[in-house]
């Protein structure tokens, strides 16, 4: 039969150089033949191959493979085939006779169990005996979800693996774990069956024309870029993947993995890794690709929960409810769109802001890398008399337009004021149609444009490179290791926080817009209130779940507007109490809860009469005050150092004294409350912010504390269950005394103390939050719905 279809091919005179020599024979076996990946992509990808190497000496044949029985599954996938068309440079007689005999070397196999896997071999062992033929090698494309792998794996070394001197090339799609733990995992289950050059991990980003063209791009344009792609000249980075179309129909796979492990994590990783890496000597080398890869892995600085913004648009739950059968009121937090900022350490690229940016349902469907440089020029002559595309007054960026868009193509574009690149004359040319659209601020006259010279499916690309054993385009598990490393310490820290809610497409309007200030982000525009509800809930409905907790008025909100609440209740106390007496005495705790209200603080409330402002400490641990525990250090970097508060003004907490910390001969808490009663009028603090713990402990006041929670010590060394067990605390009588208290209460994590506290009296000794109870002033709850509802 493979005769019969060469031959056939050969007398059409399509394929003239079928004379020469074999070159040895490919089997293509396709894992996962009938699902949507396949349908849309591969089998296209595959039948590209065959086109372009039909008459280089190889012979193919392609066998679909999935769990359906043998006749469904052959009717489904030959109903793929049959839809499979040409690219256009290709002649439609030509065309026809290729497809029709891609069709005749391609047949379907039910792969279930070990003796199919057997039987398969021995067909293709079968043919190449029949027909003569040496073997070249295998390829097994693995379309299937990652839980399959290892079993198919060990099928496939079992009893699937070619002859030896024949290769064997096996393709894996993402997800490649879910963090690094798994990542680690499935790359031990996979080794024990495969050598590393056996394997192809496929990011179909990198067989994308203007992703591919990156390293090509600045090794040819060295003698231009090596002296403005530093720190020194560029402005920021934008890499960005925007979808129009939301995750129906996939939420069970959204649900485990949302946004940033769906696509920062691998594809606009590796566009990053392309623009910040030092350039090999040899870019062709897959090797040297990925030393460079890994040593800008190594620069990356880890960026913190406040380095990203998330957001879900508004179906998604209802989505998830209706297709994972979730009861009605399950509510989601996977994100759906995500905004991370990364900074590099490395001498290049320090300060310069990376912004990674990727969401469904959004505006359009397009994506870029927008490199824009610093503008140091001024220019005398007003805009309408410089010539257009030369003044040095207008904007400098590079764009490499990965496809969709206002575009709708690849390409390249770099203002004509920084230079004219050189391209590659057989692979891109230079177009000028469409002058007067706009992007990135420029008309495109603006800008050297330039566009494939032929447009090539990603995956096309990528098949081709897997048949010719090219690897640079492919993650190798170190790749796949060091960027799951990056990224899981942010993904972990990621968990508790609630995205943002936004409408879908158009409406989004500006409500996902960020900024970036220092090295965090926050969305540019308060969250509505007309958003703050699920799907199924009218407008309001969280806002009326209870006025009151614990007998004391409660504020509940997503986590964001939340502190912005708190943060403006603080500033209306302080210009009270500053109108009132002059000056504003506020008791911070400690903890990860009050660090987004301290950048919020920081960044958002300019009016804050700081001058006037005393700053106190409600706990500290009895470390050093520059150590990473202490809770002062925390105040520090997150407010202090970005706010103008009289020296004076601050007090620490006296834990280190005398090269000692929490002492009882240093007398640490008496000098505290000493400053306190010497400072703040009657010790009554203006306001006080606490938090709740797990245990019902606030402040470093826990269960059957032996001091604090009674009598007249206003300041009390503690025993912390916890490292660092030494603490010192301001005591509940103290507390009590004040005018204004908050407790701030944030995250899942704090449900079900929550809960409990909803339902017990007032019992300091065993719930210490218990025994918070202003004598004369306010108790005022602050929790967001993950704390209130679960």
């Known amino acids: 039969m493979l005769r019969a279809a060469l031959c056939a091919v050969f007398l059409l005179g399509a394929l003239p150089s079928l004379a020469k020599e074999s070159r040895g024979h490919v089997s293509v076996v396709l894992l996962g033949a009938t699902g949507d990946l396949a349908k849309k992509y591969l089998w296209e990808g595959l039948f590209h191959l065959y086109l372009d190497q039909v008459s280089s000496g190889h012979s193919f044949t392609f066998h679909g493979a999935a769990l359906t029985a043998h006749e469904p599954g052959q009717r489904l996938m030959f109903e793929v085939l049959k839809k499979l068309a040409c690219p256009s440079d290709v002649s439609p007689d030509r065309c026809a006779v290729v497809k029709d005999q891609f069709l005749k070397l391609s047949r379907y196999h039910q792969l279930k169990t070990s003796e199919n896997y057997t039987v398969l071999n021995r067909e293709i062992e079968t043919l190449l005996q029949q027909e003569g ?258 003044s040095q007054c207008g904007a400098k960026q590079i764009v490499f337009y990965i496809g969709h868009g206002e575009l709708s193509c690849p390409a390249v574009l770099i203002s004509r004021n920084l230079f004219k690149p050189i391209m590659p004359e057989g692979s891109w040319k230079e177009v000028s149609d469409r002058p007067q659209l706009r992007l990135f601020g420029l008309p495109l006259s603006d800008y050297y444009v330039y566009s494939p010279v032929k447009e090539r ?69 308060e969250e509505p209130v007309e958003l703050l509800h699920t799907d199924g ?125 929490c002492v009882e001969e240093d007398r640490g808490p008496e000098l505290y409350a000493k400053e306190i009663a010497a400072l703040v009028t009657n010790a009554s603090l203006d306001f006080v912010l606490l938090g709740l713990g797990s245990d019902g402990h606030t402040a470093s006041l826990f269960p059957r504390s032996s001091s604090g929670l009674e009598g007249a010590q206003t300041v009390v060394l503690t025993e912390s269950p916890v490292k660092p067990h030494q603490r010192m605390s301001l005591s509940l009588p103290l507390i009590n005394k004040a005018r204004q208290v908050a407790v701030l209460v944030m995250g899942k994590g704090k449900h079900e103390i929550t809960t409990q506290m909803s339902r017990v009296g007032q019992e300091p000794r065993k719930w210490p939050i218990s025994g918070v109870k202003p004598s004369s002033g306010q108790l005022v709850w602050y929790m967001d719905y993950d704390a209130l509802l679960g």
């Open 133 to 390: 033929l040496e073997e070249a090698g295998r390829i097994f494309y693995f379309s299937v979800p990652p839980f399959a792998y290892a079993e198919i794996a060990r099928h496939i070394n079992g009893s699937c693996r070619p002859r030896p001197g024949a290769w064997l090339r096996v393709v894996l799609e993402k997800p490649f774990g879910h963090d690094l733990k798994s990542a680690q995992q499935l790359a031990i289950e996979l080794r024990t069956f495969f050598q590393e050059e056996e394997m192809y991990r496929v990011d179909h980003y990198l067989g994308k024309q203007a992703v591919a063209h990156i390293l090509p791009f600045r090794d040819q344009n060295r003698q231009f870029l090596d002296p403005i792609w530093n720190r020194h000249h560029v402005e920021r980075v934008e890499i960005v993947l925007k979808e129009t179309l939301d995750a129906k129909g996939r939420t069970s796979f959204y649900e485990q993995y949302g946004v940033i492990r769906d696509v920062l994590q691998n594809h606009l990783t590796e566009v990053l890794l392309y623009l910040a890496m030092e350039l090999p000597a040899n870019i062709s080398s897959a090797e040297e690709v990925l030393r460079r890869k890994l040593q800008t892995f190594k620069s990356l600085q880890g960026p913190e929960s406040t380095s990203a913004v998330l957001g879900q648009y508004q179906a998604y739950a209802s989505q998830v409810r209706e297709e994972l059968q979730k009861a009605p009121d399950y509510v989601s937090t996977t994100p759906t769109f995500a905004g991370v900022l990364i900074q590099l350490g490395s001498l290049r690229w320090e300060g310069v802001p990376f912004l990674l940016t990727s969401g469904k349902a959004l505006d359009e469907r397009v994506g870029y890398v927008h490199v824009l440089f610093k503008n140091r020029a001024y220019c005398t002559q007003r805009e309408s008399l410089r010539e257009a595309g030369q």
């Open 457 to 525: 499916e990603a995956y096309s690309v990528l098949i081709s490179s897997i048949f010719h054993g090219r690897k640079d385009s492919f993650i190798t598990t170190e790749n796949l290791l060091a960027s799951w490393e990056f990224w899981t310490p942010l993904l972990d820290s990621l968990t508790q926080q609630v995205p943002r809610l936004y409408p879908g497409g158009l409406e989004n309007q500006h409500l996902l817009d960020f900024e970036m200030v220092g090295r965090e982000l926050s969305f540019t525009l």
């Open 537 to 661: 809930q009218k407008p309001g409905d969280y806002r009326t779940i209870q006025a009151k907790f614990r007998q004391s008025p409660l504020v509940s909100a997503w986590p964001e507007e939340l502190i912005a609440r708190l943060a403006s209740d603080i500033e209306t106390a302080a210009a009270k109490a500053v109108a009132r007496c002059g000056e504003f005495h506020l008791a911070l705790s400690g903890g990860s809860s009050p660090i987004v209200l301290f950048q919020r603080l920081a960044t958002h409330h300019y009016g804050f009469p700081w001058r006037h402002t005393h700053l106190w400490l409600v706990d500290e641990r009895c470390v050093p005050l520059a150590d990473p525990e202490s809770n002062f250090r925390s105040l520090h970097d997150h407010l202090l150092q970005h706010v103008r508060v009289p020296y004076l003004n601050i007090h620490p907490m006296p834990v280190h004294l005398n090269r000692r910390l």
